[in-house]
């Protein structure tokens, strides 16, 4: 198998913007390959850590092998709680959205969807000044929440995947 080569310092700026753009070209595993280059060489970027957990969670409901653990993994990493709150809403509402799109049952990703609500509302909480992000995306959340009808109630006696009384706090 061969070696990784290893990138220059002084190359991370471009290297990122690389990241975005294979992100904008909805090629998520190029920009998740580039964050770590990254993050080999300079191991607390965490604007390389941020483009790797959305590379990751863009490939949700993929065939890429890509799960819930892997972009969780990620949140320790970041420096900040508000970034650790804001970035656990992330991952459980794209993930919510991804089962949604593989026909799970509406209730299932209802549950998803309704933590990252959470997840978000802590980072309201921690957000630095004029930074709303976390508004903007608990109010897609809402808005999913408003207009999907698939996203009802479950029906009697069914279990969400948050209700086994295990759960571990994402931050």
């Known amino acids: 198998m061969p070696e990784l080569k290893s990138i220059q310092h002084e190359a991370i700026p471009a290297a990122i913007e690389k990241a975005v753009r294979y992100r904008l070209l909805n090629e998520p595993r190029e920009a998740e390959s580039i964050c770590r280059d990254v993050l080999r060489a300079d191991a607390e970027n965490q604007d390389a850590l941020a483009h790797l957990l959305l590379a990751l969670t863009d490939q949700f409901g993929r065939e890429f092998g890509v799960d819930l653990q892997k972009a969780q993994e990620i949140l320790p990493r970041f420096h900040g709680m508000y970034e650790r709150a804001y970035y656990a809403g992330v991952i459980l509402e794209r ?39 976390a508004i903007l995306r608990w109010n897609t959340c809402a808005r999913v929440l408003n207009r999907d009808d698939r996203l009802g109630p479950a029906p009697a006696g069914a279990a969400g995947e948050h209700d086994f009384g295990d759960e571990v706090p994402m931050i």
């Open 95 to 133: 993930w919510g959205k991804a089962m949604l799109s593989k026909g799970a049952a509406g209730y299932a990703a209802l549950d998803w969807i309704r933590q990252a609500m959470k997840s978000y509302e802590q980072a309201e909480a921690l957000r630095p000044p004029d930074n709303d992000d």
